[in-house]
């Protein structure tokens, strides 16, 4: 699975956007993006994922650039309850069969502040 | 609720020890992963199993560690002889054939 770069930390007003970068530039043709949150002591949450169309769901959007060596995370109002480590991973397609294991870098903290 | 469960949520043991952790997947999620995450760091990927059969081991699942999903529901991971380094959080996940797996809550082990 391909490698990701995230900032180790951002902060963000509450009730303003939170747009959380990642850079995945050896992702091959076949892999998903996928955003995954951790709240403190608590397991990660899936957020999101896409493989070259923008996607959004009632958590988030997600915007992949045309060469999908990096993308964006927006959280539209943010809240204090977004306050978490958000994970950008790089994975094949649930279509092989090999695909298994998610490679967690160390990921984005999120801070919302009041 | 239905999501995916771990038992105990926290574990104290001394060095030497040997202790097991349950997971249960949402029922009828045919895979199932086991990840280990240790403070400030991502969950690292230890083992996953399709059904009963475990079909890829971290370099990370040492000979003291073991993990079993005998008959496709629910696992067990075992850690013989604990050493302090093994203190963490053990997290497992499932999925149905698709990249979307779902967490539990953990488990937070301390050997002392």
């Known amino acids: 699975d391909a490698k990701t770069t995230q900032p180790p930390s951002m902060d963000c007003a509450e009730g303003r956007a939170a747009n959380l970068p990642c850079n995945h530039s050896t992702i091959s043709g076949n892999e998903y993006v996928y955003w995954y949150r951790q709240i403190h002591s608590q397991g990660p949450q899936y957020i999101i994922h896409?493989?070259?169309n923008n996607e959004t769901n009632e958590m988030a959007s997600l915007i992949i650039t045309e060469d999908r060596k990096s993308s964006t995370l927006i959280l539209p109002h943010a809240t204090l309850r977004d306050t978490a480590v958000y994970y950008c991973i790089v994975r094949v397609t649930h279509l092989n069969t090999n695909a298994g294991k998610s490679t967690f870098g160390d990921g984005t903290t999120l801070t919302v502040k009041p | 609720d239905t999501g995916v469960s771990q038992n105990p949520r926290h574990k104290i043991t001394k060095r030497g020890q040997n202790v097991t952790f349950r997971c249960d997947p949402i029922?009828?999620?045919?895979?199932l992963y086991w990840y280990r995450q240790t403070l400030g760091q991502g969950p690292e990927f230890l083992t996953y199993?399709?059904?009963?059969?475990?079909?890829?081991k971290s370099r990370l699942l040492s000979d003291r560690f073991s993990a079993e999903r005998p008959k496709g529901s629910f696992s067990t991971l075992e850690i013989q002889r604990t050493e302090q380094g093994d203190s963490a959080m053990y997290l497992c996940a499932s999925s149905i054939l698709t990249n979307e797996q779902f967490f539990g809550p953990g488990t937070r082990l301390t050997v002392l």
């Open positions: 896409g493989l070259k």
């Open positions: 199993f399709q059904n009963e059969a475990q079909l890829e």
């Open positions: 029922s009828e999620h045919n895979r």
